[in-house]
């Protein structure tokens, strides 16, 4: 049974005391994020759009700029990509034990960054084609495979093609009340606009901690009922 209200009530109490290394992260991932955006940024603003409209050569520097932001956009990507699957390792650890957790159990993330990259793409393929049908089916799709990177951090030894197929199989009949489990969060969201986006570095730990806790749920379940195996997962 999926019980959202457990879940986020549980990551409340496994956070208490162990906020400060969360925290860290997020304002970390922000910041990087972030500062990939400022060339392209600032030298944008230099010109106005009368100047890009009667002036050539603002139009070939803006090209050139725009190149530049699009390859830095790219990097942003990859690295934001690298940051996401190193986190999920921590929230994974705090939820096996209430053993502190360390910033380095975040860098030991990061040497699985090539299995990080490829897990996004094969997503990002999926969901593009599905997408191409419906967004409707691209979003579904999304949360079918919203399991992969837990699933990649507890058993690397499995190809990613498998986890995609174990993500679905665990995901099923839940993707309605993952997808409602992740709107419940929206008020939060909204209060931390008051806070000129500060409070999201505690309300990202809340909910990743959340969906974390929801992630062993449904595995345990799909274990549990046969939909997958013990063997499915070595």
Not at 37 to 43: T, Y
Not at 164 to 179: N, P, R, V, W
Request: hydrophobic share 50%.
């Amino acid at each position: 049974m999926f019980d959202r209200v457990k879940y986020k009530k549980f990551a409340k109490v496994q956070l208490k005391g162990r906020w400060t290394v969360p925290v860290l992260i997020c304002l970390l991932s922000v910041v990087v994020a972030s500062l990939f955006n400022i060339p392209g940024f600032a030298k944008a603003s230099q010109y106005s759009i009368y100047d890009a409209l009667n002036n050539p050569d603002v139009m070939i520097a803006l090209s050139g700029r725009a190149r530049l932001t699009s390859i830095l956009g790219l990097i942003s990507s990859i690295v934001v990509t690298i940051f996401a699957y190193a986190e999920i390792g921590v929230y994974l650890k705090m939820s096996r034990s209430p053993e502190p957790v360390f910033f380095s159990d975040f860098i030991e993330g990061f040497s699985r960054a090539l299995d990080a990259i490829l897990i996004a793409l094969w997503q990002f393929l999926w969901i593009w084609l599905w997408s191409l049908l419906l967004f409707i089916p691209g979003i579904i799709k999304s949360i079918a495979y919203s399991q992969m990177i837990y699933l990649s951090h507890e058993y690397p030894n499995v190809s990613i093609r498998k986890l995609m197929k174990i993500s679905m199989a665990i995901t099923k009949g839940h993707k309605g009340e993952l997808f409602i489990m992740d709107l419940s969060f929206l008020g939060w969201a909204f209060l931390c606009a008051f806070t000129f986006g500060i409070g999201t570095l505690w309300l990202t730990p809340y909910m990743n901690m959340s969906f974390t806790n929801a992630y062993h749920a449904m595995l345990k379940e799909a274990l549990d009922t046969g939909r997958i195996r013990m063997e499915d997962l070595q």
